[in-house]
C-alpha cells in the first residue's frame, strides 16, 4: 500500500469510529469537500501535511495517534 492510500483509508476508519461523514469532517477541518474526496478517492496522492494536521485537529486527536495503525507499516514507495 502506497502512504496516500494508507492516509485516506485512516481517514475513513476515523470518520467511521467518531461517528462523521466525509462531508462533516471537510466542514470541521475547513476543507472544502471536494479536497476530502479527492483525498480518499486516490486523485490526490501527495496530501500535505497541513491538511492532515487540520483533519486531526477536526477529529481531535494528534497526528501521532492519527499515524498509529497498521496500516501505515509496510509502506510501498
Same mark, same amino acid.
Given at each position: ?21 466525509? !462531508?462533516? =469532517?471537510?466542514?470541521?477541518?475547513? %476543507?472544502?469537500? &471536494? ?5 480518499? $478517492?486516490?486523485?490526490?496522492? +501527495?496530501?500535505?501535511?497541513? !491538511?492532515? =494536521?487540520?483533519?486531526?485537529?477536526? %477529529?481531535?486527536? &494528534? ?5 498509529? $495503525?497498521?496500516?501505515?507499516? +509496510?509502506?510501498?514507495?
Amino acid at each position: 500500500m502506497k502512504l496516500h492510500q494508507a492516509q485516506a483509508e485512516r481517514i475513513l476508519e476515523l470518520c467511521n469510529q467518531k461517528g462523521i461523514t466525509k !462531508t462533516r =469532517l471537510a466542514t470541521l477541518a475547513g %476543507l472544502v469537500p &471536494s479536497t476530502l474526496n479527492y483525498i480518499i $478517492s486516490g486523485k490526490t496522492k +501527495n496530501i500535505k501535511s497541513d !491538511t492532515i =494536521l487540520l483533519i486531526c485537529e477536526a %477529529l481531535e486527536i &494528534s497526528l501521532s495517534e492519527f499515524y498509529d $495503525s497498521k496500516l501505515f507499516t +509496510n509502506l510501498e514507495y
